[in-house]
């Protein structure tokens, strides 16, 4: 009886990894399936919905100051219901509610999940199996089958609607075991204030709502009134960096950095590799960022001899080097320059995830989710410049913003270059090279402070 009980709990929480690590990309992706599947104005309703309520989520999930356990166990509940009306109607309505509750769980399941991980770590001796591959293998097994037998994906929704509350429990036990760490700790005030912020917000996710829209579908909007949107939108996002200046002062810069390259290589360039390799740009650029991902920390720790400091230059360096190939019309060189950056991103991430929860000035139960709501303004703020450039580009050669994002041939490939790829690239570079010079700033005064000591 025993064994069957941890077998249970192995399986619960093994399934609250997976989706964990899977949530903000896969409800997205089943939804964007069934919009290019059936090509209806509905789910390109509920894709743009649960897109904008990802976005969103980040920014304001942390105002109601519940503890990171408390939230994870809301982004399972929250998942679950959101998967249902997917499975089991086509009620714009009901499809638009699930949209909203999906896009949060999406959002939030990792940076609470890594929260927690992070908290267990520091407390018990807990760990965690990896039976979520087994998890991961029924996902595709089932996929798989429907695409077979034609479902639509209901089964698929269905079965993320299960694996939901299959992780429950696991949240509940998690949950559990984070007591020792938050007893002692000030009970946290409710966060709902500056209510300004909430009504900026409102016109700022409008903005990215109809944006996102405009690579989806054609809309008869002027070029000119498109572009005064994108320019109100980022001045508000100025105006929300500017409000959050006091929070994560030796990191919001290296979060900005992170976002802002973030939606250069999986967004634009995604849709610029076709004009180098066709419809197997995309795929390509994915795979080169899924390697420089998860092999970032080993290859440049490998390189120099696992040495912290000399990582440290070298990975800047790389990141440098990347920006520049990028600007070389040649596809070798962009995809190469894509994979520097991609390795550089891969080393930072469990660095930055580990100083900023070690950090004796930041508080460490919010200290992930916040790190996503930088990296987050960071990539909507490539998106505003992207989408500026993109407007002013179209405008002035007579095109549709679905040229760029629904080629129909490369015959564009140069005023794409020229016209968006270079500026865009010279503002990731300028921001990378902020990012370069602070950073060195900070790793010189606490040197300077150690040798006081």
């Known amino acids: 009886m025993n064994r069957l009980k941890q077998l249970g709990i192995d399986v619960s929480v093994g399934t609250l990894n997976f989706l964990a690590n899977t949530g903000i990309m896969l409800p997205y992706i089943l939804i964007l399936f069934q919009y290019q599947k059936t090509q209806s104005a509905t789910y390109l309703i509920t894709l743009v919905a649960v897109y904008i309520s990802r976005a969103a989520s980040i920014f304001y999930t942390k105002r109601l100051n519940l503890r990171s356990s408390t939230y994870l166990i809301l982004t399972l509940v929250f998942g679950a219901l959101g998967s249902l009306p997917f499975a089991l109607t086509t009620s714009l309505g009901w499809l638009i509610a699930g949209s909203v509750l999906w896009g949060y769980s999406a959002a939030t399941i990792w940076p609470y999940f890594l929260t927690v991980k992070l908290h267990l770590t520091h407390t018990t001796h807990f760990k965690m199996k990896s039976v979520y591959w087994l998890v ?9 089958l429907d695409f077979y037998l034609k479902l639509s994906f209901s089964l698929s929704f269905a079965l993320l609607a299960v694996l939901n509350l299959v992780a429950l429990p696991g949240g509940l036990l998690l949950n559990e075991f984070t007591h020792d760490f938050y007893r002692g700790q000030p009970n946290q005030r409710h966060g709902l204030k500056q209510f300004w912020r909430w009504w900026l917000s409102v016109v700022f996710f409008a903005a990215i709502a109809l944006l996102t829209t405009l690579r989806k579908a054609s809309l008869n909007i002027s070029y000119w009134v498109t572009l005064g949107i994108i320019l109100v939108a980022l001045v508000i996002a100025l105006i929300e960096l500017y409000a959050d200046r006091t929070k994560l002062v030796n990191f919001k810069l290296r979060l900005i950095n992170r976002g802002f390259m973030l939606s250069y290589v999986l967004l634009f360039s995604s849709f610029m590799a076709y004009y180098y390799w066709g419809k197997l740009g995309m795929y390509l650029v994915f795979v080169v960022y ?7 920390a080993g290859i440049l720790g490998a390189l120099a001899h696992h040495d912290t400091d000399q990582k440290r230059r070298l990975g800047q360096g790389l990141l440098i080097a990347g920006h520049l190939l990028v600007l070389i019309p040649w596809k070798w060189s962009y995809l190469l320059g894509i994979l520097l950056i991609a390795l550089y991103i891969g080393d930072d991430n469990p660095t930055v995830n580990r100083e900023l929860y070690e950090s004796e000035v930041v508080d ?16 909507l703020l490539c998106q505003l410049v992207l989408f500026g450039l993109l407007v002013v580009a179209s405008a002035t050669h007579g095109l549709s913003l679905l040229a760029f994002f629904k080629p129909a041939n490369a015959s564009h490939w140069f005023l794409y270059t ?7 690239v010279l503002c990731s570079l300028g921001i990378t090279l902020a990012n370069i010079v602070n950073h060195r700033k900070q790793a010189a005064m606490e040197k300077d402070d150690t040798l006081t000591d």
Request: net charge negative; no cysteine; charged share 15%.
């Open 418 to 424: 020229w016209a968006v790829n270079w500026p865009l």
């Open 136 to 144: 991961f293998l029924l996902m595709g097994l089932l996929l798989g």
């Open 290 to 296: 899924l390697i420089g991902f998860e092999g970032g």
């Open 364 to 379: 460490d139960d919010s200290a992930i989710i916040n790190k996503y709501r930088f990296s987050t303004a960071g990539g």
